[in-house]
Structure formats: C-alpha cells, structure tokens
C-alpha cells in the first residue's frame, strides 16, 4: 500500500476554502486516494475518493495532479463543524483486502 | 448517520478477560472491518470478513477474532484483554469486496478501557 504524507496541522478561517494537501508519490496505477475525517471520538466519516480525474459531490471537492503523486481536499466553505483530522488514503490494488490504512492525518481547524 | 451500529458505547473490563463488541451493518453491505484506534492514533485495521469469512488480516495476535453473521451483523472478540488493548474500537462496512473502489462506513465505535 502506498504511503501518505500530511501536514499534522492547518487553519482555516470560518467561510473561506479550506485547501488540505496530500502526497502519495509511490501510488501505483490501481490505487484509489480516499479522503476520510474525524470528528473527536467519533467514527470516520467518508468524504470521496478518486482515481485520476477531479472529483466533487455535496462535501467537498478532491484535486488529483496528472501524475497522480499528489492530491488537494477542498472543502470551498468551511464552518466551525469542519474541525476535525482529515486522513488521506491510499487503497486497492489487486491481492487487497481494501483495508484502509490511517495516518496521522492533518488535523484542520475553523477558527471564527 | 451511515447506518452502521455498534453496541456496547463504553466498556470496562479487567485484564485477562474476554470480551465481545458487536456491529451491525447497513443492510446490503456484505464486508466488514475492524479497526483498534489508541488514544492520539489513526485507527488500526484488525481484520475483514466478507460473507462471513475472514478475508484479511492486519498485525493483531489470534486472540482478537470476529464472526460475521448473515443478518449484516458481526463481533469482535478478544481474550486474554492487556492493558494495551484499551482503545476505541470501529467497524466499518461496505457494500462490496476488496480493491473495488468502495467507501466504507464507520460506526460510532466502543470505548473499551481495561483496567
């Protein structure tokens, strides 16, 4: 499985896109990057996946580089809710169990 | 709310006992994960059943084992509990198998302290 690597933390004023970088330079062709966060002593909460193209649904909106070594989370409006440790990960592949595997994440905060 | 359960919320119990946590997953939803999360940490996968056989395994010793059941309902079992296996504990499930592009979803997780 490819390795993440994750600012530990970011701020972000309340209204104003939140921009949460990820590097996966040894992702291999197959691989999904899948974005996950977690709110303090909740589970993770799926937030998208992609393989190669931009990706955006209601929460946010994930920023694949052509040479797929690297992505950007964009959350375009964050709100005091948005606080939490957002995890980058890298899965599949063949012979996977799609286990995902957690980093230390960044942790983003929205300041007022 | 992804619709995954789990039951108990907290949990205490004493060094070398066992004990059960149990999930139940969105209706459909076939896969199951387990994963440890320490206090400070990203979660840890256990291990994953699909149609209730284990389908893959992280660096847990065997007295962690699960069940996966056909109601979409699963266990987590640990015998012999060490100090170190207190964590918050999540399963997640998902509608398919493996390296298909799937999401999985998170539970609310059991707080188990061993004390």
């Known amino acids: 499985d490819a390795k993440t690597t994750q600012p530990p933390s970011m701020d972000c004023a309340e209204g104003r896109a939140a921009n949460l970088p990820c590097n996966h330079s040894?992702?291999?062709?197959?691989?999904?990057v899948y974005w996950y966060r977690q709110i303090h002593s909740q589970g993770p909460q799926y937030i998208i996946h992609?393989?190669?193209n931009n990706e955006t649904n209601e929460m946010a909106s994930l920023i694949i580089t052509e040479d797929r070594k690297s992505s950007t989370l964009i959350l375009p409006h964050a709100t005091l809710r948005d606080t939490a440790v957002y995890y980058c990960?890298?899965?599949?592949?063949?012979?996977?169990?799609?286990?995902?595997?957690f980093g230390q994440g960044t942790t983003l905060q929205v300041k007022p | 709310e992804t619709g995954v359960t789990q039951s108990p919320t907290h949990l205490i119990k004493t060094r070398g006992q066992q004990v059960t946590l149990r999930c139940s997953s969105q209706?459909?939803?076939?896969?199951v994960s387990w994963y440890q999360q320490a206090l400070g940490q990203g979660p840890q996968f256990i291990f994953q059943?699909?149609?209730?056989?284990?389908?893959g395994r992280g660096n847990f010793p065997p007295r962690f084992s699960g069940l996966q059941f056909p109601n979409y309902s699963s266990e987590l079992n640990v015998n012999a509990l060490e100090l170190d296996d207190s964590a918050l504990y999540l399963c997640?499930?998902?509608?398919?198998?493996?390296?298909?592009?799937?999401?999985?979803?998170f539970g609310p997780g059991t707080r188990l302290t061993v004390t």
């Open positions: 997640a499930s998902s509608p398919g198998l493996a390296e298909s592009s799937y999401e999985q979803y």
């Open positions: 040894t992702i291999s062709g197959n691989e999904y």
């Open positions: 992609g393989l190669k």
């Open positions: 990960i890298v899965r599949g592949g063949s012979g996977n169990t799609g286990k995902l595997i």
């Open positions: 209706s459909g939803h076939n896969t």
């Open positions: 059943y699909y149609r209730e056989e284990e389908n």
